[in-house]
C-alpha cells in the first residue's frame, strides 16, 4: 500500500466514523443530478420510474459510505459494484432502448468487453491501481459500469426472434462471473495486497474478506444472469409453441 497517496474515497475508514464518510463531491454529484434528469426527462411512464430507481442507486453506491469502506474491505467494493452491475444497470438500461436494429454481433462483443473488464479489474494489479491512481478508479468504474449497461441494454430489448442469442450470453455470463466468484472465494491466500492491513478493524482477516467477496459476486451473479437467461428460454418457448401446426 502506498500510504502517501490517498485513495479517491479517503482513508480506510474505523467502524465508528463510518456513517460521516459520505462523499460529496461536487463533480460526481453535478454529473449525478444531470445523467438522472437528462435520461428522465428523455422517457415516460413505467421506464422513467425505472432509470430514476437507477441512477438513484448508483447514486447511493458512489456517494454513500461504501465508497469509504470499499477502501477497507474488498467485500464492500464487491457489493459496490454488484449494486452498479445487477442492480442499477439493468434498471437504467430497461429504460434506455436502443435506437438501431438488434445485432447479435453487438451483443457478444458488449459481453466479450463486460467480461474483459470483469475480470481485468479484480486482479490483484489492476485492482491495488485504482487506490492509488483516481483516474485508474473512475476508469474502472466507467468500463464496468458502462459495459453492463450497455449488455443489459442488449438483452432487455432484444426481438423475440433473438431468443437463443440471448440465453447463450445469459448463460455464458452468469458463468464467468460466477467462475469469478468462484475463484475469489476458494483462493487460498488473499490477493490484494491493498487490503493487507485495512480488514482488522473490521474483525476480519484478508483472507476472510476476499472470500466474502467473492460469495457476493458468485451467487448474485449467477441468479440474476441466469434468471434472464430462464425469461429467453421461456420466450423462446412460446414462440416454437406458436409454430407448431394444429
Same mark, same amino acid.
Given at each position: 500500500?502506498?500510504?502517501?497517496?490517498?485513495?479517491?474515497?479517503?482513508?480506510?475508514?474505523?467502524?465508528?466514523?463510518?456513517?460521516?464518510?459520505?462523499?460529496?463531491?461536487?463533480?460526481?454529484?453535478?454529473?449525478?443530478?444531470?445523467?438522472?434528469?437528462?435520461?428522465?426527462?428523455?422517457?415516460?411512464?413505467?421506464?422513467?420510474?425505472?432509470?430514476? #430507481?437507477?441512477?438513484?442507486?448508483?447514486?447511493?453506491? @458512489?456517494?454513500?459510505? !461504501?465508497?469509504?469502506? /470499499?477502501?477497507? &474491505? %474488498? =467485500?464492500?467494493?464487491?457489493?459496490?459494484?454488484?449494486?452498479?452491475?445487477?442492480?442499477?444497470?439493468?434498471?437504467?438500461?430497461?429504460?434506455?432502448?436502443?435506437?438501431?436494429?438488434?445485432?447479435?454481433?453487438?451483443?457478444?462483443?458488449?459481453?466479450?468487453?463486460?467480461?474483459?473488464?470483469?475480470?481485468?479489474?479484480?486482479?490483484?494489479?489492476?485492482?491495488?491501481?485504482?487506490?492509488?491512481?483516481?483516474?485508474?478508479?473512475?476508469?474502472?468504474?466507467?468500463?464496468?459500469?458502462?459495459?453492463?449497461?450497455?449488455?443489459?441494454?442488449?438483452?432487455?430489448?432484444?426481438?423475440?426472434?433473438?431468443?437463443?442469442?440471448?440465453?447463450?450470453?445469459? #448463460?455464458?455470463?452468469?458463468?464467468?462471473?460466477?467462475? @469469478?466468484?468462484?475463484? !475469489?472465494?476458494?483462493? /487460498?491466500?488473499? &490477493? %490484494? =495486497?491493498?487490503?493487507?492491513?485495512?480488514?482488522?478493524?473490521?474483525?476480519?482477516?484478508?483472507?476472510?474478506?476476499?472470500?466474502?467477496?467473492?460469495?457476493?459476486?458468485?451467487?448474485?451473479?449467477?441468479?440474476?444472469?441466469?434468471?434472464?437467461?430462464?425469461?429467453?428460454?421461456?420466450?423462446?418457448?412460446?414462440?416454437?409453441?406458436?409454430?407448431?401446426?394444429?
Amino acid at each position: 500500500m502506498n500510504l502517501q497517496t490517498l485513495p479517491y474515497c479517503g482513508a480506510a475508514p474505523l467502524p465508528g466514523e463510518l456513517w460521516q464518510r459520505f462523499n460529496l463531491d461536487p463533480a460526481l454529484l453535478a454529473s449525478l443530478t444531470l445523467l438522472t434528469f437528462l435520461h428522465a426527462r428523455s422517457v415516460k411512464g413505467a421506464q422513467r420510474v425505472s432509470a430514476v #430507481t437507477g441512477w438513484l442507486i448508483a447514486a447511493a453506491a @458512489l456517494v454513500s459510505p !461504501l465508497c469509504a469502506l /470499499s477502501v477497507a &474491505l %474488498f =467485500s464492500a467494493r464487491i457489493g459496490q459494484h454488484m449494486l452498479l452491475l445487477l442492480l442499477a444497470a439493468p434498471l437504467i438500461a430497461y429504460a434506455w432502448p436502443t435506437r438501431s436494429a438488434w445485432h447479435a454481433s453487438r451483443a457478444w462483443l458488449v459481453a466479450a468487453a463486460f467480461f474483459a473488464f470483469l475480470w481485468l479489474w479484480h486482479m490483484p494489479g489492476p485492482y491495488d491501481a485504482t487506490f492509488s491512481s483516481t483516474p485508474t478508479y473512475w476508469l474502472m468504474h466507467v468500463t464496468l459500469f458502462g459495459s453492463a449497461i450497455l449488455l443489459w441494454r442488449d438483452l432487455l430489448h432484444s426481438p423475440p426472434g433473438r431468443a437463443v442469442e440471448v440465453l447463450l450470453i445469459g #448463460t455464458l455470463t452468469s458463468m464467468q462471473m460466477g467462475l @469469478l466468484g468462484a475463484v !475469489l472465494t476458494f483462493a /487460498s491466500h488473499p &490477493l %490484494f =495486497s491493498w487490503h493487507f492491513i485495512t480488514t482488522a478493524a473490521w474483525g476480519l482477516t484478508p483472507l476472510r474478506d476476499q472470500q466474502l467477496g467473492g460469495v457476493l459476486m458468485w451467487v448474485p451473479g449467477i441468479a440474476l444472469f441466469l434468471l434472464l437467461a430462464a425469461r429467453a428460454f421461456a420466450l423462446l418457448w412460446r414462440r416454437l409453441e406458436s409454430e407448431e401446426p394444429a
